[in-house]
């Protein structure tokens, strides 16, 4: 681990506001993450969840391709292996993946462009799983914000009503085993930023998470046991006008001796609310950020779905 992703104590929060809003602010400043120790994500949750999506990619393929949404562009169930690609890239990530959305109360003004995702028979304890785990982050994703909120130099709460229904999704993925060991330094999932606000990552199993750094080299983030990755997306960087940076990462193939091992990770997109308007912070441009055109995130978020592959055009 290098000293650019020296942890940040979670509880310093509940005693120190300004202070940990401070550390979270310079991390993503510098390299656009943060890594969090000591978070409040239980534990238990964590391992029924990761059991729960180990058991649905087990199923069959033809099982799981019930769930796939190709029509829906992908954002709720399932999404078969060599489906995605990075922004700009045509070559597939090898990588398969579910998706779990917010659960909407009846009424929803939000109900048109956002499906409830699909109940999963094959895997007793999924549904529940799953959204335990949906909500013990985007708990924890708004307590982060609150101090993004307080490094801005905005309300504590600023972000709160931004998000509350916000169209964030808990993604599962699995890299399968490689049973012919990849070439060194080929990737898993090529190098790109989120869309989101803020992305939570607990770490993987496996290693091969890099960051690139603005010093014009690839650092590899090894978060300690029981830490969370915090980093911050292109609808953060929009509204900062650039202060805040959404970095490029990408997961590099293993070692030879580790290509058999399968890879899961379990990214949290935190997202605004679709209406929310991104336009930048008049701190941020004084600053010297950079302005741009405002956008809805609905609008944004379709735009980069469409450059990603998970819409066709």
Partial sequence: MTDLFEPIA???????????????????????FAVITGHPVDDAIIERANAAA?????????????????????????????TENAK??????????????????????????????PHVGEVEDFDAAMRAFYDALDTFGRDLLRAVAIHLALPENWFDDKVEMG????????????????????????????????????????????????SGQWLSVNPPPGSLVINCGDMLQRLTGGVLPSTTHRVVN?????????????PFFLHFNQDVLIEQLPQCLEEGGEPQ????????LMERLREIGLVKA
Avoid: C
Avoid at 254 to 266: D, I, V
């Fill in 54 to 82: 180990k058991a649905f990619f087990a199923l069959p393929e033809e099982v799981k391709e019930r769930y796939h949404d190709a029509a829906g562009g992908r954002q709720r169930g399932y999404t078969p292996f060599a």
């Fill in 167 to 214: 169209n964030s999704i808990l993604r599962l993925l699995h890299y399968p085993p490689q049973e012919n060991p990849p070439p060194k330094g080929t990737v898993r999932a090529a190098a790109h930023e989120d869309i989101n606000v803020i992305t939570l990552l607990l770490g993987a199993e496996e290693a091969g998470l890099e960051v690139w750094h603005r």
């Fill in 10 to 32: 979670w509880p310093l929060w509940r005693e120190d506001k300004a202070a940990f809003a401070g550390q979270l602010g310079r991390s993503f400043r510098e390299t656009g």
């Fill in 254 to 266: 293993p070692e030879p001796e580790r290509a058999k091992f399968p890879r899961y990770s379990t």
């Fill in 293 to 300: 055109a405002p956008i809805t995130a609905q609008d944004y």
């Fill in 88 to 117: 700009g890239r045509k070559q597939a990530d090898l990588k398969e993946f579910w998706h779990t959305g917010r659960e909407l109360p009846e009424g929803s003004k939000y109900r048109e462009t956002m499906k409830d995702t």
